[in-house]
C-alpha cells in the first residue's frame, strides 16, 4: 500500500560490481553466496552503509544450489550491513536484477522503505550437479522403511547407472532446444546476417575496452581475487578474426562464440533511495529510475524466444508518452548479437508493430551510436542475474557524467520473458 499522500521518486545512488570472469577460471573455487557477498560489501564500503539498517536487499541468482534457498539474507548478514536488514531472494533468468531493481523502485515509491539494494549474482563454475530421479525414489523408499528390511531393500536394486550426475540443462524445457538454437530460428526469421552480427560484437568489445582504458570502469568495478578488469572483453579483435569463427549452434548456423555472450561468473548489486534518504547522508543522485515493464511471448506457439523485449518496450513507451528516439542511451543486453539485431528489426517493421504490437505506424530506428556506449554483454560477459544491476549502475553514472538525459534498458530471458526499464536525470 501507499504509504503518504503521492508516490516518491527512486533515485539510484550508484552500483559497483566484481570483475565477471569467464566460467572455470578465475572464480571456479567460490559460488554464489561469496559473489554476492562481496558485492554487497563493495557497495556497503562505497557508500558508507556499514551497520545501516536499509529496507531491504533483494537479489537472486539463476544457477543456485538447493541450500541457497535463502541466499540473499546470507549474504548480507556478511556484508556489513546491519542484521536487521531483511533480504529477499528473486528469480526472473536474465532480467533478476532488473527486476530487483524495479521491486525495491516500487516499495521506495510508495513510502515502503527509504532505500534498498538490487543486486544478482551467477557462477557457471559451481553448477548445483545432482543424481538421477531414479536414485531419489529409491534413497527415499529406504527413508520410509519402517523396519531394517525395508530400508534395505531399495538398495537391492542399486545400479552403476544411478550415479551417472545430472548436470544443470541449458535448454528450454518445453522445446529442449538451447538459447541459441531459439536465436538461431530468429536469425532466419528477420534474416539477420553474420557479417552484422560481428559488427555488433566488434562494437561492443571496442566499447568496453575503451571504457576500461578511460577509467569508465574504475569505480564502477572493485578487485576481487585476483581479477581487476572483466576477462573476456578483447581489444584486438576484429571483424576478420570473428569471421573466421566456426557457428557454434547450428552448421549452417549464424552465431558464433564471438556474437554469443561467454558462459560467465560474477556478481553485481545498485543501491536505490528516496531522496530525502540520499541528502541527509550526504549522497549524489546519479539518476532516477522511472519506469518498468515486463513482458512474455509464446516462444512454443511461434514467437522467437528472446522477442519478449520487443513488447515490453512500446507498451512502457505508452506509459512514459515518449518515443523510442527520446533517448540518449539505450542499453540492450546482447544475449546474443543477433538477439538485439532481431529486435531492432522488429521496432523498424511497420507489419510486425501493426499486427503484433497494434500500433499504427513503426516505432522506428534507434541511433546506433547511442547503443551501449560502454560495452554490452557479448564483450563483459554475462552472469545471468547480474547483468541487469550491471546495466543500472553502468546507466547512472553515464546519466550522471553526462548531467541530464534518458537511457532505456532491454533484458531478454529465458523463458521467452524480457524486462525493460527507464532511467532519467
Same mark, same amino acid.
Given at each position: 500500500?501507499l504509504?503518504?499522500?503521492?508516490p516518491?521518486?527512486?533515485a539510484?545512488?550508484?552500483?559497483?560490481?566484481?570483475?565477471?570472469?569467464?566460467?572455470?577460471?578465475a572464480?571456479?573455487e567460490?559460488?554464489?553466496?561469496?559473489?554476492?557477498?562481496?558485492?554487497?560489501?563493495?557497495?556497503?564500503?562505497?557508500?558508507?552503509l556499514?551497520?545501516?539498517r536499509?529496507?531491504?536487499?533483494?537479489?537472486?541468482?539463476?544457477?543456485?544450489?538447493?541450500?541457497?534457498?535463502?541466499l540473499t539474507?546470507?549474504s548480507?548478514?556478511?556484508?556489513?550491513l546491519?542484521?536487521?536488514?531483511?533480504g529477499?531472494?528473486v528469480q526472473?533468468?536474465?532480467?533478476?536484477s532488473?527486476e530487483?531493481?524495479?521491486?525495491?523502485?516500487?516499495k521506495i515509491?510508495?513510502?515502503?522503505?527509504?532505500a534498498?539494494?538490487?543486486?544478482?549474482?551467477d557462477?557457471?563454475?559451481?553448477p548445483p550437479i545432482?543424481f538421477?530421479?531414479d536414485y531419489?525414489?529409491?534413497?527415499l523408499?529406504s527413508?520410509r522403511?519402517?523396519t531394517?528390511?525395508?530400508?534395505l531393500?531399495p538398495?537391492?536394486?542399486?545400479?552403476?547407472r544411478?550415479?551417472?550426475?545430472?548436470?544443470?540443462?541449458?535448454?528450454?524445457?518445453?522445446?529442449k532446444?538451447?538459447?541459441?538454437q531459439?536465436?538461431?530460428k530468429?536469425?532466419?526469421?528477420?534474416?539477420i546476417a553474420?557479417?552484422?552480427?560481428d559488427?555488433?560484437?566488434l562494437?561492443?568489445h571496442?566499447?568496453?575496452?575503451?571504457a576500461?582504458?578511460?577509467g569508465?570502469?574504475?569505480d564502477?568495478?572493485?578487485p576481487?581475487?585476483?581479477?581487476k578488469?572483466?576477462?573476456?572483453?578483447?581489444?584486438?579483435?576484429?571483424?576478420?578474426?570473428?569471421?573466421?569463427?566456426k557457428p557454434?549452434?547450428?552448421?549452417d548456423?549464424t552465431?558464433?562464440?564471438g556474437n554469443s555472450?561467454p558462459?560467465?561468473?560474477?556478481s553485481?548489486?545498485v543501491l536505490?533511495a528516496g531522496?530525502e534518504?540520499?541528502r541527509?547522508?550526504g549522497l549524489?543522485?546519479?539518476?532516477?529510475?522511472t519506469?518498468g515493464?515486463?513482458?512474455?511471448?509464446?516462444?512454443v506457439?511461434?514467437?522467437?524466444l528472446?522477442m519478449?523485449p520487443a513488447? %515490453? $518496450?512500446p507498451?512502457?513507451? =505508452?506509459?512514459a /508518452?515518449? +518515443?523510442?528516439q527520446?533517448?540518449?542511451?539505450?542499453?540492450i543486453? *546482447?544475449?546474443?548479437?543477433?538477439?538485439?539485431?532481431?529486435?531492432?528489426?522488429?521496432?523498424?517493421s511497420?507489419?510486425?508493430c501493426?499486427d503484433?504490437?497494434?500500433l499504427?505506424?513503426?516505432?522506428g530506428?534507434?541511433?546506433r551510436a547511442?547503443?551501449?556506449?560502454?560495452g554490452?554483454?557479448? %564483450? $563483459?560477459?554475462?552472469?545471468? =542475474?547480474?547483468? /541487469?544491476? +550491471?546495466?543500472?549502475?553502468?546507466?547512472?553514472?553515464?546519466l550522471a *557524467?553526462?548531467?541530464?538525459?534518458?537511457?532505456?534498458?532491454?533484458?531478454?530471458?529465458?523463458?521467452g520473458?524480457?524486462?525493460?526499464?527507464?532511467?532519467?536525470?
Open positions: 500500500m504509504v503518504g499522500s503521492q516518491r521518486r527512486v539510484v545512488i550508484g552500483g559497483v560490481r566484481i570483475p565477471f570472469a569467464r566460467a572455470n577460471g572464480y571456479a567460490v559460488g554464489n553466496q561469496e559473489m554476492l557477498t562481496a558485492s554487497l560489501k563493495a557497495v556497503v564500503d562505497r557508500f558508507r556499514r551497520g545501516e536499509l529496507g531491504d536487499v533483494i537479489a537472486g541468482a539463476v544457477m543456485k544450489h538447493s541450500s541457497q534457498w535463502n539474507r546470507e548480507l548478514l556478511d556484508s556489513g546491519s542484521p536487521e536488514t531483511p529477499l531472494d526472473r533468468a536474465c532480467g533478476t532488473l530487483a531493481a524495479i521491486a525495491i523502485g516500487n515509491a510508495l513510502g515502503q522503505i527509504d534498498g539494494i538490487a543486486a544478482g549474482v557462477t557457471v563454475s559451481d545432482v538421477s530421479r531419489q525414489r529409491l534413497m523408499r527413508f522403511g519402517k531394517f528390511g525395508e530400508r531393500k538398495w537391492l536394486g542399486l545400479r552403476p544411478h550415479f551417472k550426475p545430472v548436470f544443470p540443462g541449458v535448454g528450454e524445457p518445453r522445446t532446444l538451447s538459447m541459441g531459439h536465436t538461431e530468429m536469425a532466419r526469421t528477420w534474416r553474420r557479417e552484422d552480427q559488427a555488433l560484437a562494437a561492443s571496442l566499447h568496453a575496452s575503451k576500461w582504458a578511460e569508465f570502469m574504475s564502477l568495478v572493485v576481487y581475487l585476483g581479477l578488469a572483466d576477462n573476456n572483453v578483447r581489444s584486438d579483435t576484429s571483424l576478420e578474426k570473428l569471421a573466421k569463427l557454434s549452434f547450428a552448421a548456423g552465431l558464433t562464440a555472450t558462459m560467465t561468473d560474477g553485481a548489486a536505490l531522496e534518504w540520499a541527509a547522508r549524489p543522485v546519479q539518476a532516477y529510475l519506469y515493464k515486463a513482458a512474455a511471448v509464446d516462444f506457439g511461434g514467437e522467437g528472446l519478449a513488447y %515490453a $518496450v507498451r512502457m513507451l =505508452a506509459d /508518452g515518449i +518515443r523510442l527520446d533517448f540518449d542511451f539505450y542499453e543486453h *546482447e544475449a546474443f548479437a543477433a538477439q538485439v539485431l532481431c529486435t531492432l528489426k522488429a521496432w523498424e511497420p507489419e510486425f501493426r503484433r504490437l497494434g499504427s505506424a513503426p516505432l530506428s534507434i541511433d547511442k547503443l551501449n556506449v560502454k554490452g554483454s557479448v %564483450a $563483459v560477459g554475462h552472469p545471468f =542475474a547480474a547483468t /541487469g544491476a +550491471r546495466i543500472v549502475a553502468a546507466l547512472a553514472k553515464l *557524467e553526462r548531467g541530464s538525459g534518458r537511457g532505456l534498458i532491454s533484458v531478454c530471458t529465458a523463458g520473458m524480457g524486462v525493460t526499464a527507464i532511467m532519467e536525470r
